[in-house]
């Protein structure tokens, strides 16, 4: 099994940075692609941003140029730099990766169980 868990959630102001990490662990054989994804209350879980093992990213379109996707493929984690947060940022953030375990053949896709993001004053 994979497992990913993540850190960095909490309450910030809006204007405020956060930053969330996500690690995943268990028997790995590869890592196609990571990401985050966002549940506010009374909505769907939306892609907030994803990033490919060659680096390349892909954002929604409310937080280009606020958020930014990295990671370390050492160390099977992925990180979501958010800055200039604003109230509609609230949301459950759940990580995301589609990985290969070293007895498959073909790649699963594995969340974590979400962190928390609030932003209010």
């Known amino acids: 099994q994979v497992q990913l868990v993540e850190s960095g959630g909490g309450l910030v102001q809006p204007g405020g940075s956060l930053r969330l990490s996500c690690a995943a662990s268990?028997?790995?054989?590869?890592?196609?692609?990571m990401g985050w994804y966002r549940q506010a209350p009374g909505k769907e879980r939306d892609l907030v941003a994803s990033?490919?093992?060659?680096?390349?990213?892909d954002y929604a379109g409310s937080v280009k140029g606020r958020f930014t996707i990295t990671r370390d493929n050492a160390k099977n984690t992925v990180y979501l730099q958010m800055n200039s947060l604003k109230p509609e940022d609230t949301a459950v953030y759940y990580c995301?990766?589609?990985?290969?375990?070293?007895?498959?053949?073909?790649?699963?896709?594995?969340w974590g169980k979400g962190t928390l993001v609030t932003v209010s004053s």
């Open positions: 995301h990766a589609e990985a290969r375990r070293s007895s498959d053949t073909s790649y699963w896709e594995y």
């Open positions: 990033i490919l093992s060659d680096g390349s990213t």
């Open positions: 268990g028997s790995i054989f590869s890592i196609s692609s």
